[in-house]
């Protein structure tokens, strides 16, 4: 679909600390942004939470022309549960496999040259222990699906992606070869988000927002937030759409224009982030009360 892009994958983590050390030292990644608010977001940015939350952009590039992390921390949320719906972010990557192995992060070999990791809190990487050869080494974000043809069939036409690959259980779709793809893998099974649950943004010309919106609306499909506008102070207000597929993934669509300006690199990202992470007394806060952070 002429102008739309995949942005970024949420992730919500509970070990901020732990977390931060996997994406930096691990997968090899820095800071592009962060940010610090003091209430939930009206797009549930944050999860359905409204206490005191964090994001953290987190990636190879900037985002103009990288797929990306966005880590999602809830100050008062210690763990999230694993449901069956996320399957792996992709990456090209020999350096990954090496720094696993130099800082003894459990790696599993699956092929001569593939391997599986985890984030803190169960998220799945699949690495391919290549040279990297495009500008981003993250290539994609499978999801589980419940029915691959109807998964298919809402990707495509709400979506407007395009089919690349395709087998009886899996198919990578995306809106063009240079671009990280998302992956869809038939389960052959109900999907369970449980808490830990993400969500895929794709940016579009601002103009296509209604579009989508009414596309989802006719077809019966759920619509999570109906076009609204994100204000955030001293940077461009974007608009946004979210809407979940058949199985309940969430799919936030995004206008370009205002996001590519909202989305610049921050040079004092890592700063922000470690000031974050030191000034977070959070975890001491409840310790003193004999008490453990709320699982999700």
């Known amino acids: 679909m002429s102008g739309r892009r995949t942005l970024h994958f949420v992730f919500k983590i509970g070990d901020r600390n732990k977390t931060i050390k996997f994406y930096r030292d691990i997968l090899g990644m820095k800071v592009l942004r962060h940010e610090e608010f003091e209430e939930g977001c009206k797009a549930t940015c944050n999860g359905p939470y409204d206490g005191k939350w964090s994001k953290t952009m987190i990636g190879y590039g900037d985002e103009d022309n990288h797929f990306v992390c966005e880590l999602t921390y809830n100050y008062g949320i210690g763990d999230y549960p694993m449901g069956n719906d996320f399957m792996g972010l992709t990456i090209g990557s020999s350096t990954i496999v090496e720094n696993c192995k130099k800082n003894d992060w459990p790696v599993n070999k699956v092929t001569d040259s593939l391997y599986e ?125 979210i809407l979940a597929d058949p199985d309940g993934h969430e799919i936030c669509f995004v206008g370009d224009e205002a996001f590519r300006q909202l989305s610049k690199t921050d040079p004092n990202g890592d700063k922000l982030l470690d000031e974050a992470v030191q000034n977070d007394k959070s975890a001491e806060w409840f310790a003193k009360r004999n008490r453990s952070k709320a699982t999700a």
């Open 117 to 241: 990791t985890e984030a803190p809190g169960g998220y799945k990487f699949v690495l391919e222990d290549k040279q990297q050869t495009a500008s981003d080494p993250v290539q994609k974000v499978t999801l589980a699906s419940s029915n691959l043809s109807r998964s298919i069939e809402y990707w495509t036409k709400i979506a407007g992606m395009t089919v690349f690959e395709q087998s009886d259980k899996e198919a990578t779709l995306g809106f063009c070869k240079e671009q990280a793809k998302v992956g869809l893998h038939d389960i052959g099974c109900v999907v369970d988000h449980k808490k830990a649950f993400g969500r895929v943004a794709i940016a579009c010309p601002r103009e296509q927002l209604p579009a989508i919106q009414q596309a989802a609306r006719s077809g019966d499909h759920t619509i999570l937030t109906e076009l609204v506008s994100l204000d955030t102070p001293g940077k461009a207000t974007v608009e946004v759409v």
